[in-house]
Every structure is written in structure tokens, then in C-alpha cells.
């Protein structure tokens, strides 16, 4: 008796799959992104205050950031590597700058 072949499993296109799911959690980004930039209602006044809370006065650089990274996800359709040196020297560089900015408000606080 002759063998029964089997039929091999269809690989779906997760390609497709992929890329719309980067797609949409960019512009999901994006739109948060410009929703706090500019304030609106209570989805932007929340972001504002959470990003308000551990940035402090320079919040925007995170809104920025979020704007960054979204254009970034469209762009290559991957997610970034956060640890790369020139990232982390600028991580470096804007906690030095919260931190002079922290200390140099609670003097004037004190005074």
C-alpha cells in the first residue's frame, strides 16, 4: 500500500501580522504623544502629571522622546535598543540635568 502523504502546515504571513502590529502601536504612541503635548482632556492632563512626576519641569523631553520613538517604529518596524552607548550617554546627560535642576529649585525653595 502507498504511503498517504501529509500535507505540510501553510506558514502563515506573520510578516503581515508584524507590521501592522508595530504600525498601530506607533500611531497609539503617537497620538498619546500629541494628545499630552497639547493637553487635551484628561488622558493628556494624566501623562502630563505622570511624566511631571519623574521629570519634573523638563516632562517635554519625554513627550518628545515618546514622539521619537514612535516615528522610529513606523520607520524600521522594530522596537530600539535602549542600551546603546550613545543612548545611555544621553540618559547620563538628562539625569545630570534633572538632577542640577532639582537641587538648584530646592535652594531657591529654602531660602
Known amino acids: ?9 501553510k ?3 506573520n510578516h503581515l501580522k508584524r507590521t501592522v502590529q508595530y504600525e498601530l502601536s506607533a500611531l497609539a504612541l503617537l497620538a498619546l504623544a500629541i494628545i499630552s503635548i497639547a493637553k487635551l482632556g484628561a488622558v493628556g492632563n494624566a501623562t502630563v502629571l505622570f511624566f511631571r512626576f519623574w521629570m519634573g519641569e523638563w516632562y517635554m ?5 515618546l514622539v521619537i520613538l514612535s516615528v522610529y517604529l513606523m520607520w524600521k518596524r522594530s ?11 544621553s540618559y ?7 538632577l542640577f535642576e532639582s537641587c538648584h529649585s530646592f535652594s531657591f525653595a529654602h531660602k
Open 79 to 89: 522596537i530600539p535598543f535602549f542600551f546603546h552607548i550613545k543612548l545611555v550617554g
Open 92 to 98: 547620563f546627560i538628562i539625569s545630570a540635568i534633572l
Open 1 to 9: 500500500m502507498a504511503k498517504r502523504k501529509r500535507r505540510k502546515p
Open 11 to 13: 506558514k502563515r504571513d
Open 61 to 65: 523631553l519625554s513627550l518628545i522622546g
